[in-house]
């Protein structure tokens, strides 16, 4: 399986300002994602990182909040823009590997906005 | 009501137990299902995966899919103080190399091994 970090594994930041958080696998991968995990409640999928174009977000997700980048098959990067406290959460970048019908998981982004 | 429902926990027993976690589902299109193991703060850890209905074992670990009553489970035989974690179950419709990439989680259930 594939090996996933991410940067930062924590932070806290202020009301109005972004954050970006990156994710790197230890070998190229066909699909990468980004979950958020609030207490209390099941991961949510935000959007499907597609290389070399725009991603695909799920329902209550927009880009200007949670613009997304993947200019290659091992890493991507999630930037939560404008946050505000509800966007406190731990984020999660998931990849699949191969023609594998399951998604693996990073450590993920423990995240609070102030 | 949601589409898989996990009961939260937390669940308690002594080590040496069988320990059942469970999730239903309404959406009968599911086909894949999964269970993951995450520890306290980390990543959820891919445990099982089975494609529709039936038994896979896998050492100390069982999930078990009944597609007919929209229930899943998975046993951990001998528990260990290790085996506490939350458990998450997941299930999707679409296969991802059918293209689809929509997981579906439960809430997870919180398991504590004591010793």
């Known amino acids: 399986s594939a090996v996933i970090s991410q940067k930062p594994s924590r932070d806290i930041c202020q009301r109005g300002t972004s954050l970006t958080i990156q994710c790197q696998v230890d070998?190229?991968?066909?699909?990468m994602f980004w979950y958020r995990q609030q207490p209390g409640q099941s991961l949510t999928l935000i959007a499907t990182?597609?290389?070399?174009?725009?991603?695909?977000?799920e329902s209550g997700f927009v880009i200007d909040k949670f613009p997304i980048s993947r200019p290659n098959l091992t890493f991507s990067t999630l930037t939560v823009s404008n946050m505000s406290p509800e966007d406190s959460s731990i984020y999660l970048c998931?990849?699949?590997?191969?023609?594998?019908?399951?998604?693996?998981f990073g450590p993920g982004t423990r995240l609070t906005v102030l | 009501q949601k589409e898989v429902e996990q009961d939260p926990g937390p669940l308690s027993v002594p080590e040496g137990a069988i320990v059942s976690l469970n999730c239903t589902y309404s959406?009968?299109?599911?086909?894949?299902f999964m269970w993951y193991r995450q520890y306290s703060r980390k990543g959820p850890e891919l445990l099982m995966y089975?494609?529709?209905?039936g038994n896979k074992e896998d050492g100390r670990f069982t999930a078990q899919v009944d597609k007919s009553s929209k229930y899943i489970s998975l046993f951990i035989r001998d528990s260990q103080p290790s085996d506490s974690a939350t458990y998450l179950c997941?299930?999707?419709?679409?296969?991802?190399?059918?293209?689809?990439?929509?997981?579906?989680f439960g809430t997870g259930t919180q398991l504590k091994v004591e010793l």
């Open positions: 998931s990849a699949r590997q191969g023609s594998a019908d399951t998604q693996y």
């Open positions: 070998s190229q991968v066909t699909m």
């Open positions: 990182a597609n290389q070399g174009s725009e991603a695909t977000y």
């Open positions: 959406n009968s299109a599911f086909q894949y």
């Open positions: 089975t494609y529709s209905s």
């Open positions: 997941a299930m999707s419709a679409v296969g991802l190399t059918g293209g689809g990439n929509k997981l579906t």
